[in-house]
């Protein structure tokens, strides 16, 4: 283990009590520092009649103003950082459907704290020092290659900072150098085990140990899929630019559910409908606080993502909140005659179901006033017309009764839904073009 990498045990196995006193604390600060170095923190704290002084508890966090994305947006590129400029050592930014990119900054504080809590993400997943982690998260502007490659380095591992694309190239690569750790976005590690069974390569019998996968929703259905293929044991990976990028949340061996970092960041759900918060256990939309970032401190971020939180202990001892797995976002998700669907729901259904690959697109469309779901998968194998008729009645039969949505079920031959190179487009949705 490298000298600057503590791995600490002690502070993710902290008593609840004093976890919260440090909650506190950090909080005081954070909300200090953004009132007074950040114009519209204090607009909008202005606008809701309160100061940082009205923090007593942290209960009180519920009466300050939420921050939201178009915050960001309507700021760019550097209105909402707290430090001057010349203090950030780097600019990262997610880019969005529409408009501008979400641009977000640290300051050299900020990165280190940053590889620590990558560094003790992955310690939690069971990556050890002395691992070779195959990194094929994109590196660039999005946060997911740079973020994790820094905490790999600190807990001690080899990185190879492969970013995303040439998949042919990247099955060799782990075969040569023997990686244990392979880190993508989940869609991202089923086509490089889709590509390896192509070129004749056994991923499952090889080196590989763990996958830390993240970056967009996936189902359980899809983590045996990466397990069995891959030979891995796959870990959930939670967390987004706003708040500082990958390192947020991470899932450990357990399996159940991804310790959110809570000496760092403080945790809410609230009903997305009347913004009011809910009592632990409940499902909800996620708000994030962070309490120790100083060049963009983020107050009650809105991260638009539905998951539920427990304090229930577990088996490994972690006391830190543990956030269940993230199901969809509250944009993604889609609501077909009245019900609500998200498409991991759907991937749940079509991944490992016989006679299909696991890749799928949704193509939302409208006929008259109602909206209309067609669910295009894959066929595994090329087959004839009428097998594959047989095959989209027995799926179409199984979403209805496993998600509660009638909808038109399509067979591509097979290769022919895209394949995902980063994060999946999994929806294409005609209503809006
Ligand atoms: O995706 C950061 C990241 C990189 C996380 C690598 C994990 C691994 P953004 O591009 O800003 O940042 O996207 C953040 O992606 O609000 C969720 O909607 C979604 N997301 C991230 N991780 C998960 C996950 C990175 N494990 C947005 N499960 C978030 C479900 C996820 N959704």
């Known amino acids: 283990m490298t000298a600057s990498f503590m791995y600490a045990p002690e502070i993710e196995r902290m008593d609840r009590a004093a976890l919260k006193r440090?909650?506190?604390?950090?909080?005081?600060?954070?909300?200090?520092?953004?009132?007074?170095?950040?114009?519209?923190?204090?607009?909008?704290?202005?606008?809701?009649?309160?100061?940082?002084?009205?923090?007593?508890?942290?209960?009180?966090?519920?009466r300050f103003p939420f921050t939201v994305?178009?915050?960001?947006?309507?700021?760019?590129?550097?209105?909402?950082?707290?430090?001057?400029?010349?203090?950030?050592?780097?600019?990262?930014?997610s880019s969005g459907t529409t408009g501008k990119p979400t641009l977000v900054g640290y300051t050299q504080d900020d990165i280190d704290r940053w590889a620590d809590?990558?560094?003790?993400?992955?310690?939690?997943?069971?990556?050890?020092?002395?691992d070779i982690m195959h990194n094929a998260l994109g590196y660039g502007l999005f946060t997911g290659g740079l973020g994790f490659h820094y905490g790999a380095e600190r807990l001690g591992c080899t990185v190879v900072p492969v970013s995303g694309g040439q998949t042919e190239r990247q099955i060799a690569l782990i075969q040569d150098f023997g990686a244990t750790v392979l880190n993508a976005t989940p869609s991202y590690a089923l086509n490089l085990a889709e590509m390896a069974e192509r070129m004749g390569v056994d991923l499952a019998t090889g080196t590989l140990r763990v996958g830390i996968f993240g970056a967009e929703p996936w189902s359980e259905t899809m983590r045996a899929e990466l397990d069995r293929r891959l030979g891995v044991k796959s870990m959930d990976s939670y967390g987004l630019s706003e708040i500082m990028g990958p390192g947020v949340a991470m899932e450990c061996p357990d399996r159940l559910g991804l310790h959110g970092w809570e000496d760092h960041f403080l945790f809410e759900i609230i009903d997305p409908e009347t913004q009011e918060p809910l009592p632990m256990g409940e499902a909800g939309e996620l708000v994030i606080t962070t309490l120790t970032?100083?060049?963009?401190?983020?107050?009650?971020?809105?991260?638009?993502?539905?998951?539920r939180l427990t304090t229930e202990p577990c088996r490994c001892g972690r006391t830190h909140v543990r956030i269940l797995r993230v199901t969809g976002r509250n944009d993604?998700?889609?609501?077909?005659?009245?019900?609500?669907?998200?498409?991991?729901?759907?991937?749940?259904v079509l991944v490992g179901f016989p006679g299909l690959s696991p890749h799928y697109q949704l193509v939302v469309s409208r006929q008259g006033s109602m909206d209309h779901l067609t669910v295009e998968a894959e066929a595994a194998e090329t087959g004839d017309e009428a097998s594959r008729?047989?095959?989209?009645?027995?799926?179409?039969?199984?979403?209805?009764?496993?998600?509660?949505?009638?909808?038109?079920v399509v067979i591509r031959l097979p290769d022919e839904v895209p394949r995902s190179q980063g994060k999946a487009v999994r929806v294409r949705d005609l209503r809006k073009e």
């Not at 992955?122 to 990556?127: D, E, P, W």
């Open 332 to 348: 993604d998700m889609l609501i077909i005659r009245g019900v609500n669907l998200y498409p991991s729901q759907i991937e749940a």
């Open 389 to 408: 008729k047989v095959l989209a009645h027995h799926v179409r039969h199984h979403i209805k009764s496993m998600c509660g949505v009638s909808c038109e």
């Open 69 to 93: 994305k178009s915050d960001l947006r309507d700021n760019y590129p550097f209105g909402l950082f707290a430090v001057p400029r010349e203090e950030l050592v780097r600019l990262h930014a």
């Open 117 to 130: 809590l990558i560094a003790r993400s992955l310690a939690c997943a069971g990556v050890r020092p002395g």
């Open 22 to 62: 440090l909650q506190l604390e950090r909080l005081k600060q954070t909300l200090a520092h953004a009132y007074a170095n950040v114009p519209h923190t204090r607009a909008a704290f202005d606008a809701k009649g309160v100061t940082p002084d009205d923090l007593v508890h942290l209960e009180d966090l519920a």
């Open 293 to 307: 970032k100083r060049g963009l401190p983020m107050i009650r971020y809105r991260t638009r993502d539905i998951t």
